[in-house]
């Protein structure tokens, strides 16, 4: 429906313009984030450029953007509230040492066990999630702190500029590339309103509105190294130690995820774990500079693809110019209305968002449509993180359930007498109940083969219900023989030990895969 690739190929131009175009829709965005977590705007403004430097330098993936994020705030806003920003600039370093432990230890592959369907579930909550985020733009609070929609006038006015913000974006490639849409819309839109005098906010009254204070201000200096003011103890250890295994699992999993959808978009791959390492650098940084820390964010790295940015330098670009705008043009990005970035953020929603997933699901397995619709759910109404896991286990547990009903056996007899029983199927904790109910000691014949050319012993379970087939045939005195196990098998077995009595029968016709490499 709409093509969120415009630009094809990289260039230093084009990175520089795609991150002057991140640093101004970064600025309301850190800021409504650090008063999620309940700290001072310049909190988020300084995470928004520790995080997008560290990473767009030393990340695994060039072209993506990291700042302060929504996803990390709402697990700091309870440790702020309890203990004090300082626990928090403690929690993010220790937070940033456990990600980049991951990355050492090469954690990141795991990112690939998420199932294809859990991917559009996740970017479909998100562009629902970017989207809802906006309607927040719409809306002022009165003097009790109640939030109400814009009156009439300003509606429709706010409404016309995101409208006319959107058809700049979608309709000025088809005239030139020379500049990216989302910045032009965004100089345009905002040389309308000063000229014209027109009655709408911008990000100054977003500013003001979030904060209470009629003299609040982007303006700022630049960040001051500091130790966290924390004591350093057990007692501290066992305060952030929670906060910092959920802030770094949340920032990794969003990032790598990120990473993910950025490398399907624009055919190429990132680096896993070297994105790892790079965010728990960014985040160490930020917690010993008096920032919040943060992970990827998908909304300002799809308006940087869009605008063409590809490599290191736009990342660089966005976190330097907002550090500029911060030591010398707040002035001008306070001007700019929030229309223009409202316009912008719809954009990224309607390029997120997986449309052909509605034909999809029509055509996929069931369990396949049911798992992109709950992750989509659970996303909405909780965290990203959160319904990853419940997609990936969900996944999981289907997956299980259908081969496990796949396991089944050829019965023939061999030149001895034998009775053959030829396994076909994976043996694991899910089909081990299917497995046993396939054979009959009691009227079998006095020695028994189970042949497992065609499966595969999995886990204890598969090795337990081995063993307890063997009795079954002990009990009834005869003997049970195992035949054409792969080498992983059997040392699964030799590792049981005594807790599986069978006989193994080697086949010199037949060569079993060995799943490891050679030397």
Known sequence: MFDLIRHKTASSRADLLSGLTVALALVPEAVAFAFVAGVEPMVGLYAAFIMGLITALIGGRPGMISGATGAMAVVMVALVAEHGVQYLFAAVVLAGLIQVSAGVLKLGKFIRIVPYPVMIGFVNGLAIVIFLAQLGQFQTPDANGVMNWLPQDQLLLMLGLVALTMAIIQFLPK????????????????????????????VLDFLKSMSGDEHATIAGSLPTFSIPAVEFSLATLYIILPYSLILAAVGLIESLLTLTVIDEMTGTRGRGNKECI????????????????????????????????????????????????ILFGSSLIE?????????????????TFEWASFKVMRKVPKHDAFVIILVTIVTVFTDLAFAVFVGVIVSALVFAWEHAKHINVEISEDKNGWKVYKLNGPLFFGSVAEFLELFHAKTDPEDVIVDFQNSRV????????????????????????????????????????????VNLIEDPHYKVADDKLDS
Do not use: W
Not at 177 to 198: C, E, G
Not at 469 to 498: F, I, Q
């Open 278 to 325: 790079g965010q728990g650098v960014g985040n160490i940084t930020s917690g010993f500079f008096g920032a919040m820390g943060g992970c990827a964010m998908i909304g300002q790295s799809m308006i940087n693809i869009n605008s063409g940015g590809r490599g290191r330098l736009s990342g660089i670009t966005a976190a330097v110019a907002l550090l500029a705008f």
């Open 458 to 501: 999995c886990d204890h379970s598969a090795l337990d219900a081995i063993d307890t087939l063997a009795e079954r045939y002990v009990s009834a005195g005869k003997k049970l023989h195992l035949r054409h196990l792969s080498n992983d098998c059997k040392e699964l077995l030799h590792k049981a030990g005594d807790l599986v009595e």
């Open 335 to 351: 001007m700019i209305p929030l229309a223009a970035l409202v316009g912008v953020m719809f954009m990224v929603v309607l390029g």
């Open 175 to 202: 005239i030139t590339t020379a500049i990216p849409s989302s910045l032009a819309a965004i100089l345009t839109v905002t040389l309308l309103v000063t000229f014209l005098n027109l009655d709408t906010r911008t």
